[in-house]
C-alpha cells in the first residue's frame, strides 16, 4: 500500500526557518526518516510539498487514486483553506493532520483548525515524530499491526 506525505507553504524551508519552534531538521531529512519507518511497515510512502493551495489540492485528489491514505502539515492553510478542507473530504481516504509545533501553545488564530473536522485525528507538537505518530496513526485506521 501506498501512503502520502504531504507539506504545505513553507516547510521546504524547514532547517532554517524559525529553528527555535521547527527544529532543526530540513524535510529531506525528516522525509528520510518517514521513508525508513514506513518501510519497515510494509508501506511505500510518497512524498509532495507546495506552496500552492491549488497544488495540494490537486495532489490530494490524485491521491484517491493511488494511496490508502494521507499524512498531512497543512501548514498556515490548516487555520483557514476550506478548500483544502472540501478536498480532504472528497477523496474517502483516511487522512491524518499533523504539525511540527504545538499549535494550541502559539497564536490565537493557530489554534482552529478548519480541516480537523475532516481528517481521522490531529496530532501536533512533537516536532518530527509527528509524522512518525501519524504514520502509526494511520497504519492502525488502514487496519495494520502495530509490530
Excluded: W
Amino acid at each position: 500500500m501506498k501512503i502520502l506525505v504531504m507539506n504545505g507553504p513553507n516547510l521546504n524551508l524547514l532547517g532554517e526557518r524559525e529553528p527555535n519552534i521547527y527544529g532543526g531538521d530540513t524535510l529531506k531529512s525528516i522525509n528520510s526518516e518517514i521513508q525508513e519507518e514506513a518501510m519497515a511497515m510494509g508501506y511505500e510512502v510518497t512524498f509532495f510539498q507546495s506552496n500552492s493551495e491549488g497544488g495540494l489540492i490537486d495532489r490530494l485528489h490524485e491521491a484517491r487514486l493511488d494511496c490508502a491514505g494521507v499524512i498531512l502539515n497543512a501548514g498556515a492553510y490548516t487555520h483557514y483553506s476550506y478548500a483544502i478542507r472540501d478536498a480532504i473530504s472528497a477523496i474517502k481516504i483516511p487522512v491524518v493532520e499533523v504539525h511540527l509545533s504545538n499549535v494550541n501553545s502559539r497564536d490565537e488564530f493557530r489554534k482552529n483548525s478548519v480541516i480537523a473536522p475532516v481528517c481521522c485525528g490531529s496530532i501536533a507538537g512533537f516536532g518530527k515524530y509527528s509524522y512518525i505518530l501519524g504514520l502509526y496513526a494511520l497504519n492502525n485506521k488502514l487496519g495494520g499491526n502495530d509490530e
